[in-house]
């Protein structure tokens, strides 16, 4: 049972990112949500052990024919394919593909030309394409369908053994019970150029769980990315006490690299413009894998390098919001930065009181006072009780 807990707050920052509004599974046919990605990809080697392990024929649909959604089930395809010519389990095309779009085209958010290549690459390798068509409910191994072209409420099905859904994001349904807080005509929070909620300017929020008031844009990663460095100028100034914000518009175009699964060929996106090549390809590999580099074995030097401009920008800071040369002092020559972990007072005023201090150190503290940190080192002193016993 989830329980409702009260965090009292000066600034908030929000980043929680949307939400898919998948239907629910059924006992014969698992419904898998592409968001969060973390449980998508434990989800994805349990499909992939299923179709292994069978050697009947095996039917995934994915419903969603954004770019996510095409790059998603080429990619699956191309994979599922590899790994059944690896075990040597049957023939690779007896799991077959279907994509579901309520449109009436793929990638809606991009360009004709950018439609039109992928249309032809998803129907080249043999994957159905359904246009126009909106996802009901699973049941009985078969997901229910409506098509537009079809009569009103009219209704039908299809057969499938898995379910990957990757819609539109959704807005979490918790925003609607923030007491007043401003949001879209979708429940995304509004806020402005500042990234600043437009009816709470102690509140922030970034990413695919906002809308910018007269700018929207689609819900892309590269937007939340670039939001980044803005939105940590803007909380920097509110925290030192600034009344003026830096505005922040994104760009309207941006290129996307599309992958198929096929290291032959790629695609690019950005405008009106379409390229298609297998250098492309690499390009995306490049910049994929620099960018999980960051979170894996070039975290360290990362980390490094923030937390040097972090003491840089803290210096700055305060000299631009305070004319007290002694908390100057303190940053630039205090070993621990944060200037005391949960103290009541400020940093100056914990300098200036230690200082007055004449603590008198014992012989087995081999580092205290003379060198404050976290912790002292104290040297390990054994002590020996000799009990003598008298016998009367």
């Not at 205090?334 to 100056?348: D, E, I, L, P, Q």
Request: contains cysteine.
């Amino acid at each position: 049972m989830l329980h409702h807990v009260q965090v009292h707050y000066d600034v908030l920052s929000i980043n929680v990112g949307s939400t898919p509004q998948a239907v629910q599974s059924s006992k014969s046919v698992p419904v898998t949500a592409v968001k969060p990605i973390s449980s998508f990809s434990t989800r994805w080697n349990t499909i992939l052990k299923r179709v292994l392990a069978s050697t009947k024929p095996f039917r995934i649909v994915t419903v969603g024919a954004g770019a996510g959604g095409v790059e998603l089930t080429l990619c699956m395809q191309q994979r599922v394919e590899n790994e059944i010519r690896k075990s040597g389990k049957g023939d690779p095309k007896r799991v077959s593909f279907t994509i579901l779009s309520r449109q009436h085209c793929v990638c809606p958010a991009h360009s004709r030309g950018v439609q039109s290549v992928l249309l032809r690459i998803l129907k080249s390798r043999g994957v159905d394409v359904r246009l126009e068509t909106e996802a009901l409910n699973v049941e009985n191994k078969h997901l229910l369908i409506k098509e537009k072209s079809k009569k009103k409420n009219s209704s039908s099905k299809i057969l499938c053994d898995e379910v990957i859904w990757c819609t539109n994001a959704n807005a979490s349904k918790w925003f609607q019970d923030t007491n007043g807080l401003n949001l879209d005509d979708r429940g995304f929070i509004s806020v402005s150029t500042t990234l600043q909620s437009t009816n709470d300017l102690n509140i922030f929020a970034c990413g695919d769980c906002c809308a910018i008031k007269g700018h929207p844009r689609p819900k892309a990663g590269v937007f939340a990315v670039r939001a980044g460095p803005p939105l940590n100028r803007n909380l920097r100034r509110v925290l030192s006490g600034e009344t003026v914000m830096e505005n922040w518009i994104p760009q309207r175009t941006f290129l996307g690299l599309i992958g198929t699964g096929d290291p032959k060929l790629c695609v690019a996106s950005s405008g009106s413009m379409v390229i298609e090549g297998a250098w492309l390809w690499d390009l995306k590999d490049w910049i994929d894998r620099k960018w999980m580099a960051g979170y894996t074995h070039m975290l360290p030097q990362i980390a490094a390098k923030m937390m040097r401009e972090m003491e840089e920008n803290l210096v700055h800071d305060v000299a631009r919001s305070t004319k007290s040369q002694d908390a100057l002092d303190v940053l630039k020559h205090a070993s621990m930065r944060c200037g005391g972990c949960g103290a009541k007072v400020g940093a100056t005023v914990l300098s200036r009181v230690m200082k007055r201090l004449n603590v008198p150190t014992r012989e087995e503290v081999l580092v205290g006072l003379d060198a404050p940190d976290d912790a002292a080192v104290v040297r390990k002193t054994l002590i020996f009780f000799f009990f003598t016993l008298h016998f009367f």
